[in-house]
């Protein structure tokens, strides 16, 4: 079984920057997820197996970059200009086939989640 950790995650002004961390034994594709308090768990980027085929949330674009380091099995998820509505917990999550995938449904594995607070 898989077990994914979480680091990286804290408080910050509106404007700030954050860089999440997720730490896994094997090499897989994997995602960022999000869910704020009511809402729904919610996409935040991708990345392959190889590390290309980078995806984003239209949310996102722009501001934040998922990338991995192979040789450490680690994924980076580095979050700039952040905002308010970005205040949430978020999970990495790794799946074994080679591509990004978007579906949480694809995922067959996740970390405990960390929390990031954005104030204003």
């Known amino acids: 079984q898989e077990q994914l950790v979480e680091s990286g995650g804290g408080s910050v002004q509106a404007g700030g920057s954050l860089r999440l961390s997720c730490a896994a034994s094997g090499r897989y594709a994997m995602g960022w997820f999000r ?70 449904s694809d995922y067959a594995y996740w970390g405990q989640g960390t929390q990031v607070t954005v104030s204003s």
């Open 35 to 104: 869910q704020a308090p009511g809402k729904a768990r919610e996409f935040v980027s991708a990345i392959g197996w190889a590390g290309g085929g980078t995806v984003y949330a239209d949310s996102v674009s722009g501001r934040f970059t998922i990338s991995r380091d192979n040789a450490k099995n680690t994924l980076y998820l580095q979050m700039n200009s952040l905002k308010p509505e970005d205040t949430a917990v978020y999970y990495c999550a790794a799946h074994e086939l080679r591509l990004a995938k978007v579906a949480s």
